[in-house]
C-alpha cells in the first residue's frame, strides 16, 4: 500500500465571497458614520462606498488565499 499526497489548497470563491462581504459591510458602516460629502444620497453614497470597499475586500481575501496555498504546499 502506497501513501499518496494531500494537496490542500484553500477554496478560493469562499474566500473571494467573504472579503467581499465584509468589503461592503465596513464599507457601507464607514459610509453611514461620515457626514454627507459627496453630494450624494445617504443610500447611494452607502451603495458606492460599500461596492470600493468589497472590491477591495475581494483583492485582499484573494491575495491571503495566494499566500495560503504556497506556505501549505511546500515541498
Same mark, same amino acid.
Given at each position: 500500500?502506497?501513501?499518496?499526497?494531500?494537496?490542500? !489548497?484553500?477554496?478560493? &470563491?469562499?474566500?473571494?465571497?467573504? &472579503?467581499?462581504?465584509?468589503?461592503?459591510?465596513? #464599507?457601507?458602516?464607514?459610509?453611514?458614520?461620515?457626514?454627507?460629502? !459627496? &453630494?450624494?444620497?445617504?443610500?447611494? #453614497?452607502?451603495?458606492?462606498?460599500?461596492?470600493?470597499?468589497?472590491?477591495f &475586500?475581494?483583492?485582499?481575501? !484573494?491575495?491571503?488565499?495566494?499566500?495560503?496555498?504556497?506556505?501549505?504546499?511546500?515541498?
Open positions: 500500500m502506497t501513501r499518496r499526497r494531500v494537496r490542500r !489548497t484553500p477554496n478560493f &470563491g469562499i474566500f473571494m465571497i467573504t &472579503g467581499g462581504f465584509i468589503g461592503f459591510l465596513a #464599507g457601507a458602516i464607514i459610509a453611514s458614520r461620515g457626514e454627507d460629502a !459627496t &453630494g450624494y444620497s445617504d443610500r447611494t #453614497g452607502i451603495a458606492l462606498i460599500g461596492v470600493l470597499m468589497a472590491a &475586500g475581494v483583492l485582499i481575501a !484573494t491575495i491571503v488565499a495566494l499566500v495560503m496555498e504556497k506556505l501549505l504546499n511546500r515541498d
